[in-house]
């Protein structure tokens, strides 16, 4: 179990140069917050290198991306990518010629959730021939990256892969009543995941979220002994989850979205982080707030931590925050103003039936029927305060935490001594506050 260890003060400027190296070990699909380290990159005048996690063929084989399909990857990355598949996970792994995971669930019916298992030694042998491919592809990666960089660049070594969610269509309308369901549709977080295909879902999860940080820190040992030699740096930066701290009732609490079942495996990669941090190697997992991703809407509800921010940046910086609340206040239906919005958000986050639950030492937490209907009942609420519910404040409030974020945790990776730290609300106030934050508002 981490200890709590939030940021409360700005990073000493870092070192970091024009000829300094970022690598980002993940592929960026869409806007999220792996964006946010590219954006500070850039700024700083560092080289952008990627990875990608590579394609299916139709026949489930993985290959690396097409020319046109690596264009495409770098133009939304900014810089080059090594186009050799670093895809985490077992789901679609044949050990001895055996139907993947994926396969097996294709007529599988959701309702029978909770009577469907797998061998135990299948899933083991799937896992370990998902471990042995990324391992083997990711020590061609590091050989690349050897050719790519020069041994006295810094290099900032970033870890963005997350999820874990088996490929196959059983999952999503079972995902969706644990989530999202309410009345009979409701289904309990607790039983679903103590189930066989529960525990499934949690080794996956462990493998691809929290692991092949372990994985990465291994490989890129040769990096860190020639950057050693050379007098230069190799510091790895991984993102966490581990509730967040926001204002409620005008006073930052730490609180957490729930039933949040990703988090063991946050905690295992934050178990990682503390591991290389006793063998001497500069890793930090930043444990980041909720913010609405493409990959976050099955989570409704994981939006409403978000809107305290508004409050928050417009006490720490008034005048520079008007552009951004303003933009905000615009998406706004007749009627309806961000001071609606954030009371109802901190009326919900300040409820007994949502607070008094969470504990930061028993996180993560399952929720009960009660909890969940509250949440995805003020979120709808919300939503409609909206003109268009495809343009959200939240959106706007998510994309300054992922800038944010981004540019604390770079600065932070200069100098950073713990394994784990948490970016609350507070910090990155303070940050767009800040004169050196202030164009994170733009």
């Known amino acids: 179990m981490s200890e ?107 309702d029978d959730w909770d009577s469907i298992s797998f ?33 006295t660049a810094n290099i900032v070594i970033a870890h963005t892969m997350a999820g874990g969610i088996p490929r196959a269509r059983f999952f999503m309308p079972l995902l969706n009543r644990v989530f999202k369901g309410t009345g009979d549709k409701y289904l309990a977080s607790e039983p679903f995941w103590k189930s066989s295909i529960g525990q499934l879902c949690d080794k996956s999860f ?38 967040t701290s926001v204002m409620i009732n005008e006073q930052f609490r730490w609180q957490s979205y729930t039933p949040y079942l990703q988090g063991f495996a946050k905690m295992r990669l934050e178990g990682h ?7 001497g190697i500069n890793a930090t997992v930043f444990n980041c707030p909720e913010i609405l991703t493409n990959s976050s809407a099955l989570f409704l509800g994981v939006e409403l931590s978000l809107y305290p921010l508004a409050t928050a940046i417009r006490q720490a910086a008034p005048k520079k925050s008007s552009p951004l609340l303003g933009r905000c206040a615009e998406l706004l239906a007749d009627g309806y103003s961000l001071e609606h919005l954030t009371s109802a958000a901190n009326d919900y986050l300040a409820t007994p039936l949502i607070n008094n639950p969470l504990s930061f ?3 993560p937490q399952h929720s009960t029927q009660e909890q969940m209907e509250l949440m995805l009942k003020t979120s709808s609420c919300l939503m409609e305060m909206h003109r268009d519910q495809k343009q959200l404040v939240c959106s706007e409030l998510s994309r300054l935490v992922f800038r944010s974020t981004g540019r604390l945790m770079i600065q932070a990776s200069w100098s ?17 506050g800040d004169c050196s934050g202030a164009d994170l508002l733009e």
Not at 73 to 79: D, F, P
Not at 122 to 147: D, T
Not at 207 to 233: C, H, I, K, W
């Open 119 to 151: 061998e135990t030694s299948f899933v083991e042998q799937a896992c370990m021939a998902g471990k042995n491919r990324f391992i083997s592809n990711l020590k061609l990666v590091v050989e690349e990256l050897e050719k790519r960089i020069p041994a």
């Open 273 to 279: 982080a503390l591991s290389a941090r006793q063998h």
């Open 4 to 110: 709590y260890c939030p940021m409360t003060a700005l990073p000493v400027k870092a070192g970091y140069k024009a000829g300094d190296v970022l690598v980002l070990v993940g592929e960026l699909f869409g806007r999220g917050y792996a964006n946010g380290l590219q954006e500070e990159a850039v700024r700083l005048g560092m080289e952008v290198i990627g990875t990608t996690v590579g394609r299916r063929n139709s026949d489930g084989s993985l290959r690396p991306l097409t020319a046109e399909e690596l264009v495409e990857a770098e133009n939304l990355l900014g810089g080059s990518i090594i186009n050799i598949p670093l895809e985490a996970g077992f789901d679609m792994e044949t050990p001895d010629g055996a139907p993947s995971v994926s396969e097996r669930l294709k007529k599988a019916k959701p």
């Open 361 to 363: 030492e028993g996180w």
């Open 416 to 432: 950073s001594a713990e394994p784990s730290v948490w970016l609350n609300h507070d910090i990155i106030s303070g940050l767009v």
């Open 206 to 243: 462990n493998e691809v979220t929290a692991d092949t940080f372990s994985y990465l820190l291994e490989a890129t040992a040769p990096l860190r002994q020639r950057a050693e030699n050379a007098g230069a740096s190799v510091a790895y930066t991984a993102y966490g989850y581990h509730g």
